[in-house]
């Protein structure tokens, strides 16, 4: 099966082997052979909720098959979310991976992680594909709220967004540059976020309800995983994670806070008119959020960030996770960061990441050739990615926005998707349509969207 490591011409990336095609390739190749056999994987969620997915695989546990089903189960994991993970389908190929995903696994991250989501220990039931339960899926309608005095904010990882917002209009808008990753103090959030909430309240009447986007998991308007406080000590994340409830308290409006992805998805909604909709940010990390074509959210993770998108395995490797080929290292601005050595771009040792991409819009401003170089690996990146979402998503439309796709940069970067996407993956490419706001909703967009989110009290 060595013809499934398929590369794909990428500019500043000649071993990229997007797992899109490796996942075709795999497939095609255990159902040519005669011996396939049936694998289903079921997640299940809070509330017994369950997704499956149902695929082929050959009965051996061999290397190959056992990269396959480790690095679907991954993606299925960050995609969709469960605390309890089924594998129906050949024992040997479910004990590997029971063993993969466990507390001394290669995949002790994604334990872990699981289980702070969904409080309670991730666990592997391997089975047979029958015994897999059915699906059973949630549809949460959220946001659209538009009348009112409201205020919008969007945490990221860099850099906190806030608007103040009337019937729908924003009347305000900031940006201002933080740093919560590496603050032990839960007090420091806190402050940021109270500070913004009085900025953008000055240019409102009054405030009627407050709404927001967050990287990291969200459940309950609690934070449950996220980068945003990884540096907080244990005895004080349960004070940081209830943050937004005591917000909520002090303020006495509703307020309501969802994953910065699915607030995406709903800002294309919102901007676009439009439903079936993948939306991705492309800043700091990478965020993503799905509304399906009847306009309702399913709940599911959209951590992208954290599914595999390439399949070397020399790719570059995410500094939390310690994975390698994962969506961060390909569309964020860690991506850009990455390329810069094979730009032949050389910036100071201790310019911080937003400084390094503002340099490389800077000189693609100029018409550099090697920013340029940069954009068009970070399209082909995204045009794979793409293809392979769809096998995952049914939708329509992918929002493109994020500080990544500002600028002349981004204009290649969607160029670049299109062409992939027209080249190599015809059918997709017929099927979804990559969307995209205008400058100012890219960067700001989220906030203005967040602030529908709540419901005013009548």
Known sequence: ???????????????????????????????????????????????????????????????????????????????????????????????????????????????????????????????????????????????????????????????????????????????????????ANPEYHYHHIVSGLHRAAAYLPRVDAIGGSSAGIIVDNEIRVASLLRAIPKKDFPRAAKVFKRIQREWNVPVQVMNDGDVTALAGALSLGASGMLGIAMGSSQAAGFMDKHGRIPGWLNELAFVPVDMNPEAAEDEWSRDRGTGVMYFSQQAVNKLLRAAKITLPEKMGLPERLKEVQNLMAK???????????????????????????????????????????????????????????????????????????????????????PAIRK
Request: hydrophobic share 40%; with cysteine; glycine share 8%.
């Open 1 to 183: 099966m060595n013809s499934i490591m398929e590369k794909f011409p990428a500019p500043l990336d000649e071993n990229f082997q997007p797992a899109v095609l490796f996942n075709r390739n795999y497939v095609a190749a255990a159902k040519k052979s005669g011996r396939a056999v049936p694998l289903v994987i079921g997640l299940e969620r809070e509330n017994k909720l369950v997704s499956r997915f149902e695929t082929a695989v050959m009965p051996d546990a061999d290397a190959v098959t056992l990269r396959y089903v480790e690095r679907l189960v991954k993606f299925l994991l960050w995609a969709w979310g469960g605390g309890k993970l089924y594998i129906g389908g050949p024992k040997k190929i479910g004990m590997a991976i029971a063993k993969i995903y466990s507390p001394r696994g290669a995949r002790k991250f994604d334990f872990e992680m699981m289980t702070l989501a969904y409080a309670k220990k991730f666990s592997v039931v391997v089975t047979t594909p029958e015994k897999v339960p059915v699906a059973k899926e949630s549809k949460i309608a959220a946001g659209g709220h538009l009348k009112g005095c409201r205020i919008g904010f969007d945490l990221g990882a860099s850099d906190y967004k806030f608007s103040a917002v009337i019937d729908g209009n924003a009347v305000y808008t900031d940006e201002v540059p933080w740093d919560p990753k590496t603050q």
């Open 367 to 453: 018409g550099d050739d090697r920013a340029a170089r940069i954009y068009e690996t970070v399209g082909i990146y995204l045009g794979c990615a793409l293809a392979q979402y769809t096998e995952f998503y049914d939708y329509q439309s992918a929002l493109i926005l994020g500080r990544v796709t500002t600028g002349k940069g981004g204009d290649i970067v969607i160029a670049k998707a299109h062409e992939v996407l027209k080249k190599h993956f015809p059918e997709v490419a017929r099927k979804i349509e990559i969307r995209v706001p205008d400058e100012k909703s890219r960067r700001v967009g989220q906030a203005v969207a967040a602030a529908s989110l």
